[in-house]
C-alpha cells in the first residue's frame, strides 16, 4: 500500500535555530499534500495545504514567513520552522494524496508518522 | 465551514465490553467522513471512510461506524474491544467541494482496561 515517510521522528533544537521536515511519498506521486500541527491531547489542526509546483495555501492564523513549505517534486513536500521559539514545539503531521490509482477519495490520504518537535 | 464535535473526549471501558464513540459533524450537504487511529507519538492509521452508498461501513479491528444524515452523525462502534485498541481515535469530515485536506475532530481517547 501507499506509504508516506516522514523524516525526522523527532527533533530537538535551540530557540532561534530553524528546522526543517521531510515528508515523502515512497510508491506514489502525491500532487496535493497537507501539513497539520498537533498539541498534546488535542486535534489535528491543518496548517496548510502544498501543490507541486505551486505555493502553498495557508489557513488563516498560519504565519507563512515562519512555517515555510516547499513541493517541489511529486514525491517530495519539506516544512521548515524558522527562528523557532519554545511554543513552536508541537507534534507535525504530513499527509499526501496521489494521482493515478491512488486519487480521490475512493484512496484515502496516507499520513506520516509525525515528527515530534521540541524547543528549548 | 465543515466541523466536527466528538462528543466524549475520553471512554474508558473493560475488556471485551462494546463501545461506541460519538461523531456529529456540522453540515448536512454531501460529505465524506472518515474515522481514524492514532497511536502514541504515530501518524494516523485509517479505520474506515463513508463516501457513499451503505450507510453501515465496515473497517479495520472489528470496527464499524453508521452515516446518519437526518441525525447528521457518524458514530464508531465495535462489540468487543481488546486491551489493544487503547489509542486515541479521530473523526474527519470533508467536503467534497471545497477541496481535499480533511477537518478532525477533537478525539476520543479510548482506554481498555481488564
Known amino acids: 500500500g501507499a506509504v508516506v515517510s516522514q523524516h525526522p521522528s523527532w527533533v530537538i533544537c535551540k530557540s532561534g535555530t530553524s528546522v526543517k521536515i521531510e515528508c515523502r511519498s515512497l510508491?506514489?506521486?502525491?500532487?496535493?499534500m497537507f501539513w497539520y500541527r498537533q498539541f498534546p491531547k488535542q486535534s489535528l489542526m491543518l496548517m496548510a495545504t502544498?501543490?507541486?509546483?505551486?505555493?502553498?495555501?495557508?489557513e488563516q492564523g498560519v504565519e507563512k514567513d515562519k512555517f515555510l513549505i516547499n513541493h517541489a517534486s511529486l514525491t517530495l513536500s519539506t516544512l521548515t520552522v524558522t527562528s523557532a521559539h519554545p511554543e513552536d514545539s508541537s507534534f507535525y503531521i504530513c499527509?499526501?494524496?496521489?494521482?493515478?490509482?491512488?486519487?480521490?477519495?475512493?484512496?484515502?490520504?496516507?499520513f506520516g508518522n509525525g515528527t515530534r518537535l521540541t524547543v528549548t | 465551514a465543515q466541523s466536527v464535535t466528538q462528543l466524549d473526549s475520553q471512554v474508558p471501558v473493560f475488556e471485551e465490553a462494546p463501545v461506541e464513540l460519538r461523531c456529529n459533524y456540522s453540515?448536512?450537504?454531501?460529505?465524506?467522513l472518515f474515522w481514524y487511529v492514532q497511536y502514541p507519538n504515530q501518524g494516523l492509521q485509517l479505520l474506515l471512510k463513508?463516501?457513499?452508498?451503505?450507510?453501515l461501513v465496515k473497517g479495520i479491528n472489528g470496527f464499524e461506524a453508521e452515516f446518519n444524515k437526518s441525525q447528521t452523525s457518524f458514530h464508531l462502534r465495535k462489540p468487543s474491544v481488546h486491551i489493544s485498541d487503547t489509542a486515541e481515535y479521530f473523526c474527519?469530515?470533508?467536503?467534497?467541494?471545497?477541496?481535499?485536506?480533511?477537518?478532525f475532530g477533537k478525539g476520543t481517547t479510548l482506554s481498555v482496561s481488564s
Open positions: 463513508y463516501l457513499s452508498g451503505s450507510t
Open positions: 502544498s501543490n507541486e509546483g505551486s505555493k502553498a495555501t495557508y
Open positions: 510508491d506514489f506521486q502525491a500532487t496535493t
Open positions: 474527519a469530515v470533508s467536503d467534497p467541494q471545497a477541496g481535499t485536506a480533511l477537518i
Open positions: 499527509s499526501a494524496q496521489g494521482q493515478g490509482v491512488f486519487s480521490s477519495y475512493n484512496s484515502p490520504l496516507h
Open positions: 453540515s448536512s450537504v454531501s460529505v465524506y
